[in-house]
């Protein structure tokens, strides 16, 4: 009988145990697109590292660590203007990732909705953290891997990002830029 009791114990430990995926940085992707009044542009950041953690099928932790020098831009073709787009991206009008190297999402949690899993947590960019809540959809969870994507859709200037906002400055014409932009990130993570 004790040892029916200690079995049945250590499997409901075990299954209750949060388990632990640390990402495959090339194998997951950010995107980002940001629109202005005549246009928009696209891009890729690179991850630098994170982890993600379950019990079950709900995310219960984690942290995704964005490498902001590796933005780059994948709509411009003239090699000239796409280097100084990226310089100014990467300049204190926007990310400022000579100050601030890396953007971080912390997790705090999730549950299950009708349009897939909302994930809670703060995404920390520029110095600056703001809550986000956010659906992950096809996730696909085994023993040894996980994916996951997500679409998220940020108002940039609750981090203070407001070059070019309509919001704080007039007369802008057609050098405004919209101040919601969207991040496409595709999550590969490994025991």
């Known amino acids: 009988m004790k040892t029916l009791i200690a079995t049945l114990f250590a499997v409901t430990a075990f299954s209750a145990a949060a388990q632990t995926y640390n990402i495959d940085a090339g194998a997951s992707k950010i995107t980002y ?14 991850f630098k590292s994170g982890s993600l953690m379950f019990k079950d099928d ?12 590796t933005l780059s831009s994948t709509d411009i073709t003239d090699k000239e203007y796409n280097g100084k787009y990226v310089v100014h991206m990467k300049s204190p009008d926007f990310f400022n990732t000579e100050k601030f190297p890396t953007s971080t999402l912390k997790i705090t949690g999730s549950k299950k909705t009708d349009k897939g899993l909302e994930v809670s947590g703060t995404l920390t960019m520029i110095g ?7 659906v992950v959809t096809g996730l696909n969870k085994t023993d040894a ?14 981090w ?15 050098k405004a830029i919209n101040d919601e932009f969207t991040l496409a990130i595709n999550v590969t993570a490994k025991k």
Do not use: C, W
Not at 58 to 69: C, H, K, Q, R, S
Not at 128 to 133: A, E, F, L, N
Not at 151 to 158: A, E, P
């Open 33 to 46: 697109v940001g629109k202005k009044l005549n246009g928009e542009h696209t891009g890729n950041v690179t």
């Open 58 to 69: 709900l995310i219960t932790g984690g942290e995704l660590v964005a490498d902001m020098n």
């Open 128 to 134: 600056q953290t703001v809550p986000v809540t956010f």
């Open 145 to 158: 891997s996980v994916s996951a994507k997500t679409n998220m859709t940020l108002d940039r200037t609750k």
């Open 160 to 174: 203070g990002l407001k070059y070019g906002s309509t919001n704080f400055f007039k007369g802008l014409g057609d």
